[in-house]
């Protein structure tokens, strides 16, 4: 049973269904992370980068959790179930995207 208090790590399927708006809102922390990694091989380095990444993916997840849930919850479910094929999703993700629009 998970700790009171925290939250469980999104799986997968939640984060591949999420993926072309973690894309588009988490490109500018996400290219600094890259950067940093790029830049040094030391895991240390890049702490902050990686923790403005983790930030941001959660913050989207705040956001489209209050926004629309229940077609964020339908597809990654199909995701989940047809292990991430997406092709097998497609009627969940246009559902998704119509709900939640990828600004």
Known sequence: M????????P???VLMSL??????????VNREYMSCKNADANP???LAQGDAVTSCVI???KD??????????A???CMDYYSNTLTKCR??????EEACPIS
């Open 2 to 9: 998970a700790d009171e208090g925290r939250s469980a790590s």
């Open 11 to 13: 799986t997968s399927a």
């Open 19 to 28: 993926s072309k708006h973690i894309a588009v809102r988490c490109a500018k």
């Open 44 to 46: 240390e380095t890049c």
């Open 59 to 61: 913050d989207l997840l």
């Open 64 to 73: 489209v959790n209050a926004k629309c849930p229940d077609q964020l919850k």
């Open 75 to 77: 597809f990654y479910e």
């Open 91 to 96: 009627k969940e993700q246009v559902d998704f």
